[in-house]
Structure formats: C-alpha cells, structure tokens
C-alpha cells in the first residue's frame, strides 16, 4: 500500500511539475524582452525536471537570440550535459565560458570537474581541478572529484585526492565519505570501507541510507553476501532498493543463490509494480534452473498487470546524443546495428561460463 501511495504521489508530482514548465514556457514566450534571468530560469527548470535535452535546446536557442550567459545560466547546462553524458557538449559549453570571458568562479569550476569527471575525461577534470588555488577550495570540488575518479574506478587517486584534502585542511563531510566508500567497492577495499563508515560517527555524523547502501555493495562485491545481509537487517530503518539490488547482483555473482532468492523476494515485496524487480528475481530461478518458478513469475506479472518497460541506451556520436530504445529498428542503420550485436552476443556466450550462459541466454530470450 505503502508503495502505490508514492508511485501515485510520484506521478503526480510529475504531472505538476510538467503542467508548472509549460505555462512557464508559454509565459515565456509571450514575453516582449527576455533577460538572461528568465532565460536561465527557463533552463534550470528543465533540468529540475530532468528535461536536460530540452534544457540544452533552449540555452542553443539563447547563444542565438539572447542576452550572454552568466554563472547561473552554465551551472544549470552543465548539469544537464552532465547527466546526459555528453562530454562533447560539455566541451563546447566550457569553451563558451571561455571564448565569453566568464569567470571561473569556485561554483563553475567546481560543477566543470563534475561534468568531466562523471564524463570519464578525467584528465580534463584533473586540469580544472587544479587550474585554481586549492586552498580556495571547498568541499564540494574535493568531493566533484573524488567521486569522479570513484565512479572510474580510479581507487588509489581517489584516496590519494582525499589524503591532499586532509593535508590542505578541507574538512570532509557525508558526501566526501560516500564518495570514498564508493571507490572502496570498485576496489574491493572491504577494510578500508569499514574504516570509512566508522568514521563517519567518530565525526558526529549519522550513517544515511547511501552509506549503508555503499556499504552493502562493498561487502557484496567482496563476496562477503551474508554479512552485507547482517548489514541490512541491523539498519534501522527498512532497507531501499539500491541496497537490495547491490547485495542481490553480490548473491548472484557468487552463486549465493539461496540468499538471492530471500533478497529478490524481499525486492517485489517493497516494489510490486515495478518490471526489474521481477527480471532480477527470475534471472536467480534461471540460474538454479528452475525453469517453472521462473515462469510462474512472469505469470505473475501478467495477473498483477506489471509490463516489462522497453530498456533503452544513450551513446554520444561525434557530438551528437543517439537514445537507442530496445527493439527500435527505426535508424536507417539498424539492419547493422543488429548484426553487429548479433556478433557481440555470439563472443559474450564464449566467454561466460555455463552458470551465468543459463542466466544470460534465459534474459535475452524471456525478457
């Protein structure tokens, strides 16, 4: 009940904030001048509404007909080109600030390591992160690049990043922990990890869902299920989806495939109309090979109404943002687009072994 009371509060905060933007849009075309306050408001509230391709068509449409961009105006396209991935857009946004002779305060500075970083150009992200005096600095630019250099797996930077943090005399807070916690579980620094959530109360600072989260994924990655299992039951509070879903692909990966089974289980429980947590939990029964309790799960999803949502993916292509919908054939190239992943799928069975070829083949042609 819990759970379709804040789908449905959800939706229609959804509905609201879309109904807000487009009589914004309509009183701001009706507008007779438009300043770049109103120009960046228009822009912000796109990526509020995590709109960034409409966010970034407006601000194209602003370099042509409107007034110079100022800080606010970039943090907002910046944000988007960050969430979309487009490191190339970003780059032209960046040389905008440039060519404009905006000035780089810390707030830019800090949201431009942000974008390159999340981008993966983490070279660039290092250069902007060092282009300015680090004793200036804050915490928030100390953690745009830690957790840049955390999400890239670049383990051993991140810890060097936070050991100069220390030395320089910036104070760490909940983010900076997170951060570290997240390059401890692509490293697989379980010790470490722990080290880091303890400090987190040595500082008088309370473990949030994120922490324990991360710290879940940590344990689960390290092969250590039944402890990130502990984790969750001494929180105190009911565990979310993104700890259930670290600790399920922890199960999975190392064949703990009894506790997988609790925890997909526990997954539907807490989510019932979403499609995944069905995928994740008959994906367990496809490696058990428990071929009818998988299909009477999908049955289930059939009796519940709950459909399966088309995936979809978002490459940059020379600058360009391609979003590929699962099953989409409408690009003139699709007929090599599905030969070539044809190909890559034919390699991928190769190269698994026969537990994860059963879970593999079982989702490529159930779901």
Excluded at 263 to 270: A, P, S, T, Y
């Amino acid at each position: 009940m819990l759970e379709s009371t804040n789908k449905l509060e959800s939706t229609r905060e959804i509905e609201q904030t879309s109904k807000i933007l487009i009589s914004a849009r309509e009183v701001f075309n009706l507008m007779p001048e438009r300043d770049v306050v109103s120009w960046s408001s228009l822009i912000d509230g796109y990526v509020k509404a995590g709109d960034y391709r409409e966010a970034l068509v407006v601000f194209e449409r602003m370099r042509v007909v409107g007034p110079k961009a100022n800080e606010v105006t970039m943090v907002s396209v910046l944000c988007a080109c960050t969430h979309l991935g487009g490191l190339q857009q970003g780059k032209v946004m960046h040389r905008y600030m440039v060519e404009n002779k905006l000035p780089l305060t810390l707030v830019l500075q800090t949201s431009l390591v942000d974008m390159y970083a999340k981008c993966g150009a983490i070279e660039d992200a290092l250069g902007v992160f060092r282009g300015g005096s680090l004793h200036r600095s804050d915490v928030l630019m100390w953690n745009a690049m830690i957790g840049g250099l955390a999400i890239h797996g670049l383990v051993q930077q991140a810890l060097d990043i936070f050991a100069e943090m220390q030395i320089i005399g910036i104070v760490p807070n909940e983010i900076t922990y997170l951060c570290l916690l997240s390059a401890c579980a692509h490293g697989g620094l379980v010790k470490e990890a722990w080290h880091f959530f303890e400090c987190l109360g040595k500082h008088g600072m309370k473990p949030k869902c994120e922490h324990y989260a991360c710290m879940v994924d940590v344990l689960a990655r390290g092969g250590q299920v039944t402890e990130a299992y502990q984790v969750l039951c001494q929180m105190p509070r009911e565990p979310t989806a993104s700890m259930l879903g670290a600790l399920l692909s922890g199960c999975v990966n190392h064949g703990k495939l009894d506790l997988a089974e609790i925890v997909g289980r526990k997954f539907i429980e807490i989510e019932p109309g979403h499609d995944g947590r069905y995928v994740g939990l008959s994906n367990v029964y496809a490696l058990s090979k428990r071929w009818d309790d998988a299909r009477s799960l999908r049955e289930a999803m059939e009796r519940r109404g709950v459909k399966k949502s088309p995936g979809f993916s978002i490459v940059e292509i020379f600058g360009t943002l391609h979003k590929f919908i699962a099953h989409d054939k409408s690009y003139p190239e699709s007929e090599e687009i599905y030969m070539m992943l044809r190909s890559i799928v034919n390699e991928m069975k190769f190269d698994m072994d026969s537990r994860n070829q059963y879970y593999f083949l079982y989702a490529m042609e159930n779901f």
